[in-house]
Each structure stands twice: as C-alpha cells, then as structure tokens.
C-alpha cells in the first residue's frame, strides 16, 4: 500500500536517467573543465623554449662555420684578383696587412679590395705588406723581389688550422 508522497524506491529519479549530465563538485572544483591550465601551458612553453634555444644554438655556430670558410675561399680570391689587377692597369699592387684586414693597395696607399678577418680567424701574417703584384700578374715578396719560392702562411679558422700556399706566376 502506497501513500501519496512515498516512494517503493530510494529516489523519485531511480532508474531514470537525467537528459543532460550536469558537472558534479568535487573538493569544490567542477570536474568537467574546458582548456588547459595556467601550469599546463607553463610547461608547454618551457619545453618550447629549450627547443628553440637549442636550434639557435646550432644555427648561430653552423653560420659562424659557413663564415669562416667562407672567409678561406674569398682570401685565395684575393690574391688572384690582385695579380688579375695588377696585369690590368698595368701598375704595381700591394696586398697590406693591418691585422684584422687584409687590402689591395695601389702604390700611393688608395685600397681597392678589401677583405675583413671574420671572428674566429687568425693569420700568421706580420702587419705591413704581404706580397706586391708587379704588371705582368707575377708576385713579388714585401720587398719587391720576384718569388723563388712559394709564399706560405697560416689561417686558423676556430678549432682548425689550414695553410695557404701563393707560388710565383
């Protein structure tokens, strides 16, 4: 026998289902959230931030290498194009020395290339003139006599030392 406002069962709702399920409390925080935390996105951007250091690390000393090889190519030019010169104005060069750049001068001091020792690069060249460049393309030592031998010097590039070799033409 049933009375009105009783029920057989614990809930007026047992074995029913609601339509839509609402978020339930717990310890005060609603269990369904939507996004990401302030810590989770925290965490993200640190990792982020270690990956991209460590690429620009890498970047910077992969163009610090391409700068000094550069540099190695661009020196044997140097004097290819100041004997070249040399030849055609038909004048004396000099190729001078200030310890962090390298110049084709004319015999009055007026430089017409220039080259600048990237960081990194040393040479074992004394300051002053290098080598002179007579009219016909031939190299002369600094003091203007023809090459016998070969002109040998040192460029040490980082951790690597090569040696450049100018023979007389």
């Known amino acids: ?9 614990p809930s007026p709702t047992w074995g029913m289902r609601p339509l839509r399920e609402s978020p339930t409390l717990e310890g005060g925080r609603e269990s369904l959230r939507k996004g ?7 965490v993200v951007l640190a990792v982020l ?4 250091a460590i690429g620009a690390f890498n970047a910077r000393r992969t163009l610090l290498s391409q700068e000094q090889a550069a540099f190695l190519r661009s020196l044997q030019g140097l004097f290819w194009e100041a004997a070249t010169e040399a030849a055609s104005r038909g004048e004396n060069l000099v190729l001078h020395f200030t310890g962090q750049r390298l110049e084709v001068r004319r015999t009055d001091g007026t430089a017409l290339r220039a080259l600048d020792l990237p960081p990194g690069v ?3 060249l004394t300051p002053g003139v290098v080598a002179r460049f007579t009219p ?3 190299v002369a ?3 203007g006599r023809n090459l016998r031998q070969p002109l040998s010097f040192t460029a040490t590039v980082g951790s690597k030392t090569s040696t450049s070799t100018v023979s007389p033409i």
């Not at 990401?36 to 925290?42: A, D, K, N």
């Open 1 to 9: 026998l049933l009375l009105q406002g009783q029920y057989p069962c």
């Open 36 to 42: 990401f935390s302030v810590i989770e996105l925290l």
């Open 49 to 52: 931030a270690v990956i991209f």
């Open 122 to 124: 040393s040479l074992s």
């Open 136 to 138: 016909p393309g031939k």
């Open 141 to 143: 030592d600094q003091d």
